[in-house]
């Protein structure tokens, strides 16, 4: 295990010696085959020759990358490929051109620009490499490299090492090891570690003694996060490590969560003295980016909202801001409504999983996905206040795969609606678009047509079309008028055949502000990169994003691409495709479209987190931090069922019972000379009259009490007649309780009374 380091600054200046044999510890080897042709392509390899990165070619007809024709992506050879060529693009075997003839590539391995020295970064498509003479670059350096083909001896000398000006570059690489899922208990796993662009790039690799790194980042550390700091660690940091490991290990130090838990990653070098050179070479290293006042490109800061003491966190699924005090929360037990500011979580409705929500603020509607079987619900916003408000079920909603909310129509205002996509058989999908409105329903069905293929994102444009993800595209339809459809790719963009043949999923689209203030161009977001076309579907730029790690969740927020991998979030500026921060979140999962609130795990708890534009207000109050930068004491939330007994016993009676109606007397049954001398009671017909029974019977019992009574009360009172007064109370508990009865078993005729009921009973009964 070993490490090399390579600065042009301050720190150790290895040269490079293009004439070195293979054995000197800064040369690169390329392998070349003799006969080039624009359809062979050659994957790249990234080999540790004398600790160093080197470029190896094949020419194995089995291991041939495709390009972006093809999509290709290809695999690492079992053959060693440790090169015995040392770098030579001069060579006669090069056929001659005059300018370079650069093509499109996907790497096996993580490979280093010729250029700039950075790592190509990316699942896919991560460079483009000369097929005459092999120079490999980034698609933006391209245009910077010399036109002549090969490039001149005297224009390829550049020394490795991180320019401060600009801080790109790579400086030190080497193998460490670092805890298998993140606790020492469970072993060390060896990794392949890359200090790049300011940043730790960790690779995995397999146990084969000849195994090359996958391009798949594993972890990425940045170093200018403002907590950024590595040193050594004392033996009570790392309890479950050996005696003789510790004098090997260091820490990595970043920021995670504001104002609480930071981000410590642990590195086991091969002995004390590598251990020593990782210390120095990254503390050389952050201290001159922080000499050279490099801008600092975070965009957001992680609040803590909800820990794992509550046990609705475990559950999370979906969330949406409703209030800057109270966000909603759905769960696999329910929806629940969080009031940040009083500490207080209230359960909404039936204990149902709450699967995604989209909250329409101009219409005080909540669009839910919900249910095993997927059925899409509508709930009025007051139902936060009020707790009898109906949640609204739209007709023949089951098996929903996809949803969306936006603007269907401008004119005279603005009249939102929702689409669902609904699974039907044979790949089918049959997509609905109901318009919101203000009748009892809430919804009405504008549309409907079906698709033959799984739709796998749905979205609307600001210019009212209906956009369907699919496997390798995007297609537009327009909601208003003619039922034309529309290619988000142009047949002619040469990324059209290179996204059919890879067959990658549809993740959302993104509408790109141009001067003046309107879009000019999409940026169609895929699985494993992003591409930037015009209006027309042409391929608009050459820059492409493209992820270090395999995404398990994809969003977009203020501008920003988030893509979510298992180890960490990385972040992108959509407007200038550059990566501009990466936060460390462990299986982090967005909880909406945008991802603003984030359920992720910290020493394997599971914690609801907040992402704070630091340039922006806040949508949402946060007061986790105090002033003076410590966190408060830990919040309790107290969780409160809104009338849960009464909702529970009234609902099913209602339920059970039918309120009655339309009643008329055809002969009397029962004991008694009829119904003449029958005293009747109206049975309930709401649930509110129902639960004034209580009341209206303590009405009747108050009645029972009669002025004549009342006045031989108080006469018995005065005189002292205790028997009497005893006599009168006897007889006043038999009224009582007669009157109870009769106001427990109603006669079943409601709406008919006696007229011969005596006056000071008549009228207090619920007529």
């Not at 609204?392 to 205002?413: E, F, L, Q, Y």
């Not at 999908?429 to 079906?450: A, D, G």
């Amino acid at each position: 295990m070993g490490s090399s380091f390579n600065n042009n600054l301050s720190l150790v200046n290895l040269k490079q010696n293009p004439n070195s044999s293979v054995t000197s510890g800064s040369s690169y080897a390329i392998r070349y085959p003799q006969n080039s042709k624009l359809d062979s392509l050659y994957p790249y390899y990234m080999v540790e020759k004398k600790h160093f990165l080197s470029t190896d070619y094949k020419n194995d007809q089995d291991n041939i990358d495709l390009d972006d024709v093809h999509g290709h992506h290809s695999k690492s050879s079992s053959k060693s490929s440790i090169s015995v060529k040392p770098l030579d693009l001069h060579s006669t075997n090069v056929p001659t051109a005059k300018v370079h003839q650069f093509l499109v590539r996907t790497f096996s391995s993580p490979t280093k620009c010729n250029h700039c020295t950075s790592l190509m970064v990316g699942l896919t498509r991560q460079g483009v490499v000369c097929e005459f003479c092999g120079f490999a670059c980034h698609t933006i350096c391209c245009q910077k490299v010399p036109t002549i083909c090969p490039v001149p001896i005297d224009q390829t000398k550049r020394p490795l090492g991180i320019d401060p000006t600009r801080g790109i570059g790579t400086a030190y690489e080497g193998y460490v090891k670092v805890p298998k899922m993140g606790t020492i208990k469970r072993g060390w796993v060896r990794q392949f570690v890359v200090v790049c662009d300011f940043k730790l790039f960790l690779y995995d690799i397999s146990a084969e003694r000849s195994a090359l790194p996958s391009v798949n980042v594993s972890q990425v550390l940045d170093m200018r996060d403002p907590e950024f700091a590595v040193a050594s660690v004392r033996e009570s940091d790392v309890i479950h490590a050996t005696k003789k490991d510790v004098p090997c290990i260091f820490r990595i130090k970043t920021s995670l969560i504001e104002g609480g838990p930071t981000c410590n990653t642990l590195m086991l070098a091969d002995n004390e003295t590598e251990k020593r050179k990782w210390v120095v070479a990254l503390g050389e290293l952050h201290r001159i980016l922080k000499r050279n006042n490099l801008p600092n490109t975070a965009i957001f800061k992680v609040h803590e909202i909800l820990d794992s003491s509550l046990t609705i966190a475990r559950s999370a699924l979906s969330s949406v801001i409703v209030y800057s005090d109270q966000f909603l929360l759905g769960t696999e037990d329910g929806l629940y409504c969080v009031n940040i500011e009083e500490y207080e979580i209230n359960r909404i409705g039936e204990s149902k999983k709450i699967i995604q929500m989209w909250y329409v603020e101009e219409e005080h509607i909540l669009v839910i996905l919900c249910g095993k079987q997927r059925h899409i619900r509508l709930l009025p916003i007051r139902a936060l206040e009020v707790s009898d408000v109906e949640w609204i079920k739209v007709a023949d909603s089951k098996n929903c795969i996809a949803a969306c909310t936006g603007v269907i129509r401008r004119s005279p205002a603005n009249v939102y609606a929702f689409v669902v996509a609904l699974k039907r058989p044979t790949n089918q999908t049959q997509v609905v678009v109901y318009e919101i409105n203000r009748n009892h329903l809430r919804h009405q069905k504008m549309c409907e047509f079906t698709v033959a293929y799984p739709v796998q994102s749905l979205q609307i444009l600001s210019d009212i079309r209906l956009v369907i993800g699919h496997q390798s595209g995007f297609t537009a339809y327009y909601l208003q008028g003619e039922a034309t459809t529309t290619s988000l790719i142009h047949p002619e963009n040469q990324l059209c055949a290179f996204l059919n043949y890879s067959g990658v999923d549809a993740v959302r689209v993104i509408e790109i502000q141009c001067p003046g203030g309107i879009f000019g161009e999409y940026l169609l977001v895929f699985q494993t990169l992003a591409i930037y076309v015009d209006l027309q579907g042409r391929k608009s730029r050459d820059r492409e994003i493209t992820y270090p790690a395999n995404p398990s969740h994809i969003t977009y927020l203020d501008g920003h691409l988030l893509v979510f991998s298992e180890t960490h979030v990385d972040i992108f500026n959509t407007q200038t495709a550059e990566w501009v921060q990466s936060i460390g979140l462990k299986r982090a999962q967005p909880l909406g479209p945008q991802g603003n609130f984030v359920l992720t795990f910290v020493n394997d708890a599971p914690i609801i987190v907040y992402l704070a534009n630091i340039h922006t207000k806040e949508l949402i109050h946060i007061n986790s931090v105090e002033k003076t930068g410590t966190k408060n004491t830990r919040r309790r939330f107290s969780i409160r069922e809104v009338n849960k007994s009464f909702k529970s016993t009234s609902d099913r009676r209602s339920k059970m019972i039918s309120a009655p109606t339309n009643f008329n007397h055809i002969s009397h049954m029962g004991p008694g000379d009829g119904i003449q001398n029958q005293r009747l009671l109206d049975l309930p017909t709401t649930i509110e009259t129902a639960d004034q029974i209580s009341n209206q019977s303590f009405i009747i019992r108050q009645s029972s009490l009669t002025p004549h009574t009342a006045a031989r009360q108080a006469i018995n009172s005065q005189n002292g007649n205790s028997q009497k007064a005893l006599a009168i109370e006897q007889q006043r508990a038999i009224e009582t309780e007669q009157l109870q009865a009769q106001a427990r078993s109603p006669s079943p005729v409601s709406n008919l009374s006696s007229p011969k009921d005596s006056p000071d009973i008549q009228s207090y009964l619920p007529f």
